[in-house]
């Protein structure tokens, strides 16, 4: 069941971002090229998606438990530390050269765009090498 | 600043995200998890993992990955203008994979979950993700692109 609904999960959120147009890079650069032919509509995505997950998640927080899997996990972290704003800058530049983040990558890989395995690969590596680096933090 | 209202679709857009904000909130009231992708994704690579934390993980993978497949087949093909150049592809992956490793999250589970419930941390990491991806496609459009590079 678990695995059945997150499916769903994933297929809407494919889906979602083939309609707000964040799996085509060119749209993406488009919304981050503030200087040129500016094109906004990436602020209503996020505008759309924070509006409706606002209520999820006060939902979330008064109920604590999903329907199929115990209590709901919300992140613990509060701190704001030169991991999160260090790791967000240089994720920036990522963003900036190639339009692409993590979700929309997936789409890519789906609708046939071979090339993309490039990117995801090494986003896996770099996933890795930030996993052997927190193993060291926390093992000192 | 200069907008393209050629290139501008808010309608489609807000549905967009708003469809995103559906999602969201199955996997959240239904798995009781964030639908950070970078987290989904990472979380694959952890050692000694359950089997069943795996499952959902590759569930949910697999539905954004045959997304397109289905959206092409009931509707039309979603118009796709991605970069040809390789080593573009891979560097900017690497830094994607370091920098929301590193941060915990990217666009959807910061700049969509995080901001939806309110996190300060996730406010810093969407304004400074924000700032360097203004800052790059700027650079490489506007500084590189006029000078002979």
């Given at each position: 069941?678990?695995?059945?609904?997150?499916?769903?999960?994933?297929?809407?959120?494919?889906?979602?971002?083939?309609?707000?147009?964040?799996?085509?890079?060119?749209?993406?650069?488009?919304?981050?090229?503030?200087?040129?032919?500016?094109?906004?509509?990436?602020?209503?995505?996020?505008?759309?998606?924070?509006?409706?997950?606002?209520?999820?998640?006060?939902?979330?927080?008064?109920?604590?438990?999903?329907?199929l899997n115990?209590?709901?996990?919300?992140?613990?972290?509060?701190?704001?530390?030169?991991?999160?704003?260090?790791?967000?800058?240089?994720?920036?530049?990522?963003?900036?050269?190639?339009?692409?983040?993590?979700?929309?990558?997936?789409?890519?890989?789906?609708?046939?765009?071979?090339?993309?395995?490039?990117?995801?690969?090494?986003?896996?590596?770099?996933?890795?090498?930030?996993?052997?680096?927190?193993?060291?933090?926390?093992?000192? | 600043?200069?907008?393209?209202?050629?290139?501008?679709?808010?309608?489609?857009?807000?549905?967009?995200?708003?469809?995103?904000?559906?999602?969201?909130?199955?996997?959240?009231?239904?798995?009781?998890?964030?639908?950070?992708?970078?987290?989904?994704?990472?979380?694959?690579?952890?050692?000694?993992?359950?089997?069943?934390?795996?499952?959902?993980?590759?569930?949910?993978?697999?539905?954004?990955?045959?997304?397109?497949?289905?959206?092409?087949?009931?509707?039309?093909?979603?118009?796709?203008?991605?970069?040809?150049?390789?080593?573009?592809?891979?560097?900017?992956?690497?830094?994607?994979?370091?920098?929301?490793?590193?941060?915990?999250?990217?666009?959807?589970?910061?700049?969509?979950?995080?901001?939806?419930?309110l996190s300060?941390?996730?406010?810093?990491?969407?304004?400074?993700?924000?700032?360097?991806g203004f800052?790059?496609?700027?650079?490489?459009?506007?500084?590189?692109?006029?000078?002979?590079?």
């Amino acid at each position: 069941m678990k695995s059945i609904s997150a499916f769903i999960s994933g297929l809407i959120f494919g889906i979602g971002l083939i309609v707000a147009g964040m799996a085509n890079p060119a749209k993406v650069l488009g919304f981050l090229d503030i200087a040129g032919r500016w094109d906004p509509s990436l602020a209503f995505v996020m505008l759309g998606a924070i509006g409706i997950s606002f209520f999820a998640f006060r939902l979330a927080r008064r109920n604590r438990f999903s329907v199929l899997n115990g209590l709901i996990k919300l992140p613990a972290k509060t701190e704001i530390d030169w991991k999160l704003i260090g790791g967000s800058l240089l994720f920036g530049i990522g963003w900036g050269l190639a339009g692409i983040c993590p979700g929309p990558s997936l789409v890519l890989l789906g609708a046939g765009e071979i090339r993309i395995l490039s990117f995801i690969a090494a986003m896996l590596l770099g996933f890795f090498f930030v996993n052997q680096l927190n193993a060291r933090i926390n093992s000192q | 600043m200069h907008i393209d209202w050629e290139l501008f679709t808010p309608e489609t857009a807000l549905t967009g995200g708003a469809i995103l904000g559906v999602a969201v909130a199955i996997l959240l009231l239904l798995n009781g998890e964030i639908a950070g992708i970078s987290g989904i994704v990472a979380g694959l690579l952890r050692r000694n993992n359950a089997p069943a934390d795996i499952q959902w993980r590759l569930a949910f993978i697999a539905g954004l990955i045959a997304a397109p497949v289905i959206y092409s087949a009931i509707y039309f093909r979603p118009s796709i203008n991605l970069t040809n150049n390789l080593w573009l592809l891979t560097s900017a992956g690497l830094l994607t994979g370091v920098g929301t490793g590193l941060a915990s999250g990217c666009t959807s589970g910061h700049g969509v979950c995080g901001l939806a419930r309110l996190s300060p941390r996730s406010l810093f990491a969407t304004l400074s993700f924000m700032a360097t991806g203004f800052i790059t496609v700027f650079i490489v459009r506007h500084l590189l692109a006029s000078t002979s590079l």
